[in-house]
């Protein structure tokens, strides 16, 4: 049989093209902004006539309400990650492979965190989304298995395996998982800065972006441990991006807010990022903070996917803006199911 | 001894004729090439486009085959040359 050639510009141009019309099809600001006045029932029938119509129509029978949103959004997630995968050809498809690997991390971490706390398959599985490379049956097998040791087991030759091995011991004996999340992001990090130098087109640009994003993740941990008041901060940092782990240390023992960002400005140049360092000087929430950074760093890969349109740069802006949005329509959900302000809910949604 | 070439008047015409057709040839052949080129872009990306949203069919058509313009005018060009 023959092969379907994949080299050329046509495999790019084909799949960043039809990402670029999904892009279009995600919900708009206006229409947030809609369901900001509307009532749980009214958000669900709203959703059910965009893109989400097939999930809710399958799951209507077995869930109701929130439970009904929430797992028809997970779903199409997922299902919606499965088939950028289907249609990304080539190298294309390797790096979107690796970079959908934060999904496996985040569903290993919530089987590992459930089987510690024996909690039930069911529940477990609820909150699982199997947008990664670990596929539905695997993550099923996974969750069959009797212990959070066996499910470590499991998981050897998937590229974990060295690293839960050295830190899954130390993280069920303290009952905390938070070193071995941490760990498990820094070498997903660093996996990807070296996807992106393997000849990818586009490959440089996203290596920006990576660095862009590792700087916005450490900058937003360092907001965060102001407040917290911790002397420590290098096992907390992702290194690859402009500061270093050393640097980053000295910044989180700065004085005040005011120095951290005269640091960061003096080493980030992003305009974007500069104009919304001068806000946070007065007096911003960090809850504030952390949702224009995200702002910041979407703007940011949105640049960068028109300056290099028939790269990995527009699927790497879908797959952000899809899960985005996600958790928007989640906050929303879970904001009117618990009778929040529609004023507080606008704050938590990343438009 | 030098050898003489004498130019009579019909190969002087057959030799203007092989050259109109000639040039005629490379108008059609390149701007034909042209034209592949322009629409490998286009072609994908139209292909793409449809099938995310099939409504826009009939728009991504006439997209693809406006490069065929390019090969029309070496056509014409082509035409002109010959008759």
Not at chain 1, 42 to 67: C, H, N, P, V, W
Not at chain 2, 24 to 52: D, K, N, Q, W
Not at chain 2, 57 to 69: C, D, H, K
Request: charged letters at 25%; one cysteine or more; a negative charge.
């Amino acid at each position: 049989m023959a092969e379907v050639v994949n080299r050329g510009p046509g495999s790019y141009i084909y799949a960043t093209t039809r990402m670029r019309v999904r892009k279009i099809k995600l919900v708009p600001r206006e229409d947030y902004l809609r369901m900001l006045n509307m009532s749980l029932p009214e958000i669900t029938r709203f959703i059910e006539e965009t893109q989400y119509k097939a999930e809710i129509d399958e799951l209507s029978s077995s869930f109701s309400g929130i439970d009904l949103m929430e797992v028809a959004l997970s779903w199409n997630l997922a299902k919606e990650y499965q088939k950028v995968l289907d249609i990304t050809p080539g190298i294309l498809k390797e790096f979107t492979q690796n970079y959908l690997r934060r999904w496996d991390i985040q569903n290993v971490l919530n089987i590992l965190r459930g089987k510690t706390q024996g909690l039930s398959s069911g529940k477990i599985k609820a909150v699982l989304i199997p947008a990664g490379g670990l596929d539905k049956d695997l993550l099923d097998s996974l969750l069959n298995e009797d212990s959070p040791e066996r499910v470590v087991d499991a998981l050897k030759g998937t590229g974990f395996s060295s690293l839960l091995g050295e830190e899954f011991p130390a993280a069920q004996e303290s009952g905390s998982f938070a070193r071995l999340e941490n760990e498990l992001y820094k070498q997903y990090f660093a996996d990807l800065i070296v996807a992106a130098k393997s000849g990818v087109k586009g490959g440089v640009a996203f290596l920006e972006y990576i660095r862009f994003e590792i700087d916005i993740r450490n900058i937003q941990t360092l907001f965060r441990l102001k407040t917290g008041r911790v002397s420590d901060v290098r096992d907390m940092m992702i290194e690859g991006g402009s500061f270093t782990v050393e640097e980053l240390q000295r910044l989180a023992g700065t004085e005040s807010i005011d120095d951290l960002i005269d640091a960061v400005k003096s080493r980030v140049r992003v305009a974007p990022l500069d104009a919304l360092l001068n806000e946070v000087r007065e007096n911003m929430s960090i809850h504030e903070i952390e949702n224009r950074l995200t702002c910041v760093m979407l703007e940011q890969m949105e640049k960068l996917s028109k300056r290099h349109p028939f790269s990995i740069c527009p699927i790497l802006v879908y797959l952000k803006k899809k899960r985005y949005e996600v958790e928007n329509l989640r906050a929303l959900a879970r904001g009117k199911e618990s009778n929040i302000p529609s004023e507080r809910i606008q704050d938590y949604l990343v438009m | 001894m030098v050898a003489e070439t004498i130019m009579t008047v019909e190969v002087a015409e057959a030799s203007a004729a092989g050259m109109k057709a000639i040039g005629a040839g490379l108008a059609v052949g390149l701007t034909g090439i042209a034209t592949g080129i322009a629409e490998m872009a286009i072609g994908p990306a139209a292909v793409g486009a449809t099938a995310e949203n099939k409504d826009i069919f009939g728009l991504v058509l006439l997209l693809t085959v406006i490069p065929e313009t390019i090969v029309i005018f070496g056509l014409v060009v082509a035409l002109l040359m010959i008759f």
